[in-house]
């Protein structure tokens, strides 16, 4: 098997920057690209090489690493026509889309890189910031499984779990099914703790209390915590979580699944960025609900 040592990582918000550092950490030759360059300082402190382009870092890397916002951001990154990372992809290498996107995106961009004799696999990630700075995300692989045991080494690198999950683009489905459960349930969380303290409960002591119950996860309790406390310091973006909800409705609509659950968590979602909260915590739903 084919020793993979140079990455190249494009994007370095707060979730690439912290992926970016692992890898450094871990010994791999990186070059990294971020749309805004000043982001890649701290990386290049540590080692990391810095280019000019998408196409730049991807020329001579043996896996080629986007985390970028959404389908606009990653298409910009992959297909420019003159900058994209697609085009400076060398045979064999493998791309690896992480940033959450439609399925139908990464089907496409996985044919776009077969042509130019690469493979791909989409790996969306669970887990937030402190998830990426611990190494313990949970990437949903969807790809060949020739190409996901050659790319396994660097992935759990920064995971706790990589699931093979099926073909190219079912990461893209299953992810968007987890953060719809993720979102419901903070959407739940967000108007019960409004019921509660309309009915006689302070807002810390009705987050405590819900955190006895089994049915109650700890990242919810920890979501109800944070709620109840005000505290809305950006974790996970209100904006990306419901740019994760329009992903899923399209989806939906497009496979005939019904998603009231979803719609309505988006529509509170909706309702938090027409309060200027769409870079705030998802937490920040709770002032839509409370
Ligand atoms: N935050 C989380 O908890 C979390 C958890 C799991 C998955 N995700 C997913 O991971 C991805 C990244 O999330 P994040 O929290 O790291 O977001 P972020 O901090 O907002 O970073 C977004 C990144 O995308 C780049 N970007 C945006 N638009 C672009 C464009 N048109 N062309 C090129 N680059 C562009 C940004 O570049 P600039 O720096 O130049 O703006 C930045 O590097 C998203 O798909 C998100 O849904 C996030």
Same mark, same amino acid.
């Given at each position: 098997?084919?020793?993979?040592?140079?990455?190249?990582?494009? *994007?370095?918000?707060?979730?690439?920057?912290?992926? %970016?550092?692992?890898?450094?950490?871990?010994?791999?030759?990186?070059?990294?690209?971020?749309?805004?360059?000043?982001? @890649?300082?701290?990386?290049?402190? /540590?080692? %990391?090489?810095?280019?000019?382009?998408?196409?730049?870092? &991807?020329?001579?890397?043996?896996?080629?690493? /986007?985390?970028?916002? !959404?389908?606009?951001?990653?298409?910009?990154?992959?297909?420019? &026509?003159?900058?994209?990372?697609?085009?400076?992809?060398?045979? *064999?290498?493998?791309?690896?889309?992480? /940033?959450?996107?439609?399925?139908?995106?990464?089907?496409?961009?996985?044919?776009?890189?077969?042509?130019?004799?690469?493979?791909? $696999?989409?790996?969306?990630?669970?887990?937030?910031?402190?998830?990426? !700075?611990? @190494?313990?995300?949970?990437?949903?692989?969807?790809?060949?499984?020739?190409? $996901?045991?050659?790319?396994?080494?660097? #992935?759990?690198?920064?995971?706790?779990?990589?699931?093979?999950?099926?073909?190219?683009?079912?990461?893209?489905?299953?992810? $968007?099914?987890?953060?719809?459960?993720?979102?419901?349930?903070?959407?739940?969380? %967000?108007? #019960?703790?409004?019921?509660?303290?309309?009915?006689?409960?302070?807002?810390?002591?009705?987050? !405590?209390?819900? &955190?006895?119950?089994?049915?109650?996860?700890?990242?919810?309790?920890? @979501?109800?915590?944070?709620?109840?406390?005000?505290?809305?310091?950006?974790?996970?973006?209100? !904006?990306?979580?419901?740019?994760?909800?329009?992903?899923?409705?399209?989806?939906?609509? %497009?496979?005939?699944?019904?998603?009231?659950?979803?719609?309505?968590?988006?529509?509170?979602?909706?309702?938090?960025?027409?309060?200027? $909260?769409?870079?705030?915590?998802?937490?920040?739903?709770? @002032?839509?609900?409370?």
């Amino acid at each position: 098997m084919q020793t993979m040592q140079h990455i190249a990582f494009l *994007g370095l918000g707060a979730m690439g920057a912290r992926m %970016a550092a692992h890898l450094v950490k871990a010994g791999y030759a990186v070059t990294v690209w971020n749309r805004d360059p000043a982001k @890649a300082a701290p990386l290049q402190h /540590s080692g %990391a090489a810095l280019a000019a382009t998408p196409r730049e870092a &991807a020329q001579g890397a043996d896996i080629v690493i /986007s985390m970028v916002t !959404d389908d606009t951001a990653a298409r910009n990154v992959w297909m420019d &026509a003159q900058t994209g990372a697609a085009a400076g992809l060398q045979p *064999g290498a493998v791309a690896i889309e992480c /940033s959450t996107v439609t399925p139908g995106w990464v089907r496409q961009l996985a044919d776009e890189v077969l042509r130019r004799g690469a493979q791909l $696999l989409d790996a969306p990630v669970v887990g937030s910031r402190p998830q990426a !700075d611990a @190494a313990q995300l949970i990437f949903m692989v969807g790809g060949d499984g020739p190409t $996901l045991a050659q790319v396994r080494p660097v #992935l759990s690198t920064l995971a706790a779990k990589v699931l093979h999950v099926g073909e190219v683009g079912q990461g893209a489905v299953l992810k $968007l099914a987890v953060n719809a459960l993720f979102a419901e349930q903070l959407h739940s969380v %967000a108007e #019960l703790l409004g019921f509660l303290t309309r009915n006689g409960f302070a807002a810390d002591q009705a987050a !405590d209390l819900l &955190a006895e119950f089994p049915i109650v996860a700890a990242p919810i309790a920890g @979501a109800a915590r944070m709620m109840a406390a005000g505290n809305t310091a950006p974790l996970f973006t209100i !904006d990306l979580i419901e740019k994760d909800l329009r992903y899923l409705l399209e989806v939906a609509q %497009a496979s005939g699944a019904e998603l009231p659950g979803a719609t309505a968590a988006r529509t509170a979602f909706q309702r938090a960025q027409r309060m200027g $909260l769409g870079v705030s915590n998802v937490t920040a739903v709770a @002032a839509v609900l409370g």
